[in-house]
């Protein structure tokens, strides 16, 4: 990024052509990765247009002003349509930006567009989109991942230098992941959640996506800080890029725990993963094994969780103060009828899991027993960040799969298997590609740090970057 950077502000290069390079890049490769929903070229055009002429004037706002990204299509945007992916809400225009969007543009970056993602971002693939799936980058018959599988995908496929995606369990990182780029899941309440249609409040976070750690750092560098409009946003100081220093590593304590290197993990991930950490260890780095037993727990309570908060918050989608109305004799059957015909089915079924969990009769047995749960879990991780100070597991159990290969929803959700534990546990965590498997697909390391130590994290990930290029190199 510093590189766009350097070529924007000698004049070697225009923000207009950078843009009109991405939109050819669109036109040339949507038709089938599919990873937008909305494209706005002639508003990005315009935007790169003021870009050059602040520049011209010496005025730029940021030294990555200029640049485009693509932002994920459940972040509102003013005046460019935000889908969320659904039939409800596609027609729907916001009136306003989300506090990530309005710090983009004060950093001066022309918008190309919004990204696909899973409705409501409400799946592990990006195949429950009422806008047809995306695909992979790396083979078009694999997911990109999901439920960012649209940011991750216009990263991978050069259609943009970096993106924005949320993450409620792992909807960064996994797409990251299957498609081969860096994407950040930071500390919960470190990155503004007000203007992001909400799925699950408190796990929901807004991450970049990017080509490579320092890309990720900038654009992280970029929208982190507080926000008086965001009830759940955090007084931290604001990031800054990090000097990179490959000593870092020496003495770093590494927590490998046991628990992700186990059954149902793919051989060749695990091998690349290990990799790494052999790479690390070389380095000066200290292998410690540890335990965080309480993930086996973590899928069921993230899901309970998660649907339940949904089930509270799709409530507002009722076809009057959100969503198309579909007409009827009486506002119940209007109701009924609006949601029926709005949401896909994964919405419907969360939505219909999460009113269970939350009822009467079943709120303490489910609910309140799933808020117990995360306690542990958070207790867990604690513990563990009290002996070590980063820890590292694959993001994934395995590569992309195919597009259709996950029938049921349990196998979906088990994508998640991974990642889930930083968002009930609000620590930050990072996905970096480290390796390939026998078919050409990227396998993604997970780097999870402690609350706010996203600056150790993103240096941690680029030691392992260097060190994985440097193999591809000699492989050369």
Request: one cysteine or more.
């Amino acid at each position: 990024m510093r590189k766009l950077a350097h070529l924007l502000q000698t004049g070697e290069v225009s923000s207009t052509e950078l843009v009109r390079r991405c939109l050819e890049q669109i036109k040339k490769t949507q038709p089938v990765i599919n990873a937008f929903i909305t494209v706005d070229e002639e508003g990005a055009l315009a935007q790169a247009a003021q870009s050059d002429a602040r520049r011209a004037r010496g005025e730029a706002l940021s030294p990555w002003d200029g640049i485009p990204l693509a932002i994920k299509d459940n972040i509102s945007t003013q005046g460019l349509r935000t889908t969320c992916a659904s039939r409800f809400l596609r027609n729907y225009t916001p009136l306003y930006d989300a506090t990530v969007v309005e710090r983009v543009k004060q950093a001066g970056l022309p918008i190309l567009g919004k990204t696909n993602l899973d409705e409501f971002a409400m799946g592990s693939s990006t195949e429950y989109s009422s806008f047809g799936v995306t695909r992979n980058p790396h083979d078009v018959e694999r997911v990109a991942g999901g439920s960012s599988g649209g940011s991750a995908a216009a990263v991978a496929a050069e259609q943009a230098p970096w993106s924005l995606g949320t993450d409620t369990g792992g909807s960064i990182r996994q797409p990251a992941s299957f498609c081969g780029v860096v994407g950040l899941k930071p500390t919960y309440g470190r990155v503004s959640r007000y203007g992001v249609v909400a799925l699950a409040p408190s796990l929901d976070q807004v991450g970049p996506m990017a080509r490579t750690v320092e890309g990720a750092a900038v654009l992280f560098s970029l929208i982190a800080g507080t926000d008086s409009r965001d009830a759940t946003s955090t007084g931290a100081s604001p990031f800054q890029v990090p000097v990179w220093d490959p000593k870092v590593v020496q003495g770093l304590r590494v927590g490998v725990p046991e628990e992700f290197f186990s059954t149902g993990l793919q051989p060749e991930v695990e091998a690349a993963v290990r990799r790494s950490l052999q790479v690390l260890e070389e380095q000066g780095a200290v292998l410690q094994p540890i335990s965080l037993a309480t993930n086996q727990y973590a899928i069921d309570t993230y899901l309970t969780l998660v649907t339940a908060e949904a089930s509270s918050c799709l409530a507002r989608f009722d076809g009057v103060r959100y969503g198309e109305r579909v007409a009827a004799e009486d506002s119940n059957t209007m109701f009924a009828k609006s949601r029926g015909a709005g949401f896909g089915p994964e919405v419907k079924r969360r939505i219909m899991l999460g009113t269970y969990v939350l009822s009467a009769s079943h709120y303490e047995a489910y609910y309140e027993q799933a808020q117990r749960v995360r306690t542990l879990i958070k207790q867990d991780v604690a513990r563990a960040f009290e002996e070590v100070d980063v820890i590292i597991t694959p993001t994934t159990p395995s590569t992309a799969f195919r597009i259709g290969e996950k029938r049921s929803p349990l196998e979906m959700y088990l994508s998640d298997l991974y990642t889930a534990t930083a968002n009930l546990s609000g620590i930050c965590a990072l996905s970096l590609p480290c390796g390939y498997d026998s078919r050409g697909l990227p396998v993604g390391l997970q780097i999870m740090g402690n609350h706010f130590r996203e600056e150790l994290i993103f240096q941690v990930a680029h030691v392992v970057e260097e060190s994985v290029e440097r193999g591809a190199q000699r492989e050369l």
